[in-house]
């Protein structure tokens, strides 16, 4: 006993999955472009985040260079400000795996 399955698809089925895929594969690289332009934006975020602490460190290393009292006072202030502000945006940033 044989049995025989035969399967024919239409041109126009085909040709509408064809335009599907196409357009799954099109959307595919929308969403790839999204994610690297997100990734590229992050990696200037870090970039300009590492530069701040560095421009920070420097303030900090210029302090009682003739300044006064006071100064010392309203500069570590407003350092310590930053500092607490910085923190708190990194405490809000998830880890990026």
Not at 54 to 65: E, G, H
């Amino acid at each position: 006993m044989n049995i025989r399955i035969d399967h024919y698809f239409h041109e126009s089925a085909e040709r509408a999955i064809g335009q599907k895929l196409d357009q799954i594969l099109a959307r595919l690289e929308q969403i790839m472009t999204a994610a690297d332009d997100m990734k590229a934006k992050l990696d200037q975020i870090d970039a300009a985040t590492n530069n701040i602490a560095a421009d920070i460190r420097s303030l900090k290393d210029q302090i009682n260079t003739g300044m006064s009292a006071a100064d010392v006072a309203a500069v570590q202030a407003r350092l310590d400000a930053t500092a607490t502000a910085l923190d708190a945006i990194a405490a809000d940033t998830p880890d990026v795996p």
